[in-house]
């Protein structure tokens, strides 16, 4: 199942709650308890027990502090985590005569049920930096900065950030208040049919009364190309960018 993409967001959120949950080897040696040392006693009932419980606890601060029920499919994966987690603590609490009557097939939907809870929750957590949703969690301004430049799940993906010049995307970005971070990511993944421009080779995001503008220029391949940022009281520089040739602006990315 599809999960092994969370530990690329621990660069991004940088807490140790998420870290421990989407460590590669915690989350294979917790497959390996449930799938085999749930049925084949070892005298290790107590320390499995407490591996999982731990799991849990990192999970529920992540899940607590990210606002995870206003998000369906992050809310869903810990449910499902929670669940079977507890089931499989339970389980090791029985006497070992009763352990051993349970069926290999039944430990390995276990933990194929943990794999899809935690498959759920890189699509949730994904989902919580839409625009529509970001204000909605505690994802800190920080967290969102290096989403968007990040290019393994973030902006950086589709888009090449300037950092020259006093105007350059890298630099101003990261010193906007996370309201119009948030406006920003949106104008560069979904912005509105009136909020894009093309001007001089440029394509110019927002509008009047928006409180940031972004210059870019489009890539037939590739990623496209993201210049300049401008807030809203800066529009005399915003213009006077807007009459250069982006071909005599120099560029160079940060990602």
Excluded at 112 to 140: C, N, W
Excluded at 216 to 241: C, I, K, M, W
Aim: net charge positive; proline share 5%; hydrophobic share 40%.
């Amino acid at each position: 199942m599809y999960y092994k993409g969370l530990i690329n967001f621990q660069i991004i959120f940088k807490r140790d709650d998420f870290n421990h949950i989407s460590n590669p080897n915690i989350i294979e040696a917790i497959k390996q308890v449930i799938s085999f040392c749930l049925i084949s006693p070892d005298k290790r009932e107590k320390e499995h027990a407490a591996q999982l419980s731990v799991y849990i606890q990192y999970l529920t601060s992540f899940y607590n502090w990210i606002e995870g029920r206003n998000i369906p499919d992050i809310h869903h994966g810990y449910t499902v985590i929670v669940e079977v987690l507890k089931r499989c603590i339970w389980l090791f609490s029985l006497p070992e005569p009763k352990r051993t009557t349970i069926s290999r097939g039944y430990a390995k939907k276990f933990s194929k049920t943990f794999q899809y809870g935690l498959a759920r929750m890189l699509s949730g957590i994904r989902a919580a930096f839409d625009p529509d949703l970001v204000g909605h969690t505690r994802i800190e301004r920080d967290q969102l900065i290096r989403y968007i430049f990040d290019n393994k799940e973030g902006l950086g993906r589709g888009f090449l950030f300037n950092m020259l010049g006093r105007f350059a995307f890298v630099k101003r970005v990261s010193q906007l208040p996370i309201q119009e971070i948030e406006v920003t990511e949106r104008l560069l993944i979904r912005p509105s049919g009136n909020q894009i421009r093309r001007i001089n080779g440029w394509l110019d995001l927002g509008v009047s009364g928006c409180p940031v503008r972004v210059l870019a220029v489009p890539s037939t391949f590739g990623r496209d190309r993201v210049y300049f940022l401008f807030r809203a009281n800066e529009h005399p520089a915003y213009q006077a960018h807007l009459q250069l040739s982006p071909k005599s602006v120099p560029f160079r990315s940060f990602n």
